[in-house]
């Protein structure tokens, strides 16, 4: 079991920036084993990737985030970031921390994630 607490978030104007973390505890299996992505879910909306790192580094983004987030780890591999420059309302949304041991093709495919966090809230205001 793995438990997961995102912080970080908050109300911000767009063109501003947030940065989030989700720390991982609770493990009993290998840290280097472990992938982790962030996810978002605006009201009416369906849950969407947005940046993940898989337990061989491998990275993916959302198209809509290229460029503007940067999510990184810290050496330990037991907390996530998500550094969001340049801010977009529609950037505004409950952003989860997800986490899974298994391997999978698309990093960020929501349903092939077996540990979640509760969530934190980002608000974008024009």
């Known amino acids: 079991q793995v438990q997961l607490v995102e912080s970080g978030g908050g109300s911000v104007q767009a063109g501003g920036s947030l940065r989030l973390s989700c720390s991982a505890s609770?493990?009993?299996?290998?840290?280097?084993?472990?992938?982790m992505a962030w996810f978002r879910q605006a009201p009416g909306k369906e849950r969407e990737g947005v940046a993940a790192?898989?337990?061989?580094?491998?990275?993916a983004y959302a198209d809509s985030v290229k460029g503007r987030f940067t999510i990184s780890q810290n050496n330990a591999k037991n907390t996530l970031y998500l550094q969001m420059n340049s801010l977009k309302p529609e950037d505004a949304a409950m952003y989860y921390c997800?986490?899974?041991?298994?391997?999978?093709?698309?990093?960020?495919?929501?349903?092939?994630?077996?540990?979640w966090g509760q969530g934190t809230q980002v608000t974008v205001s024009s």
């Open positions: 997800a986490a899974d041991f298994r391997k999978r093709r698309n990093l960020l495919e929501h349903r092939t994630y077996n540990f």
């Open positions: 609770g493990y009993t299996y290998s840290l280097y084993h472990l992938g």
């Open positions: 790192v898989d337990s061989d580094d491998k990275i």
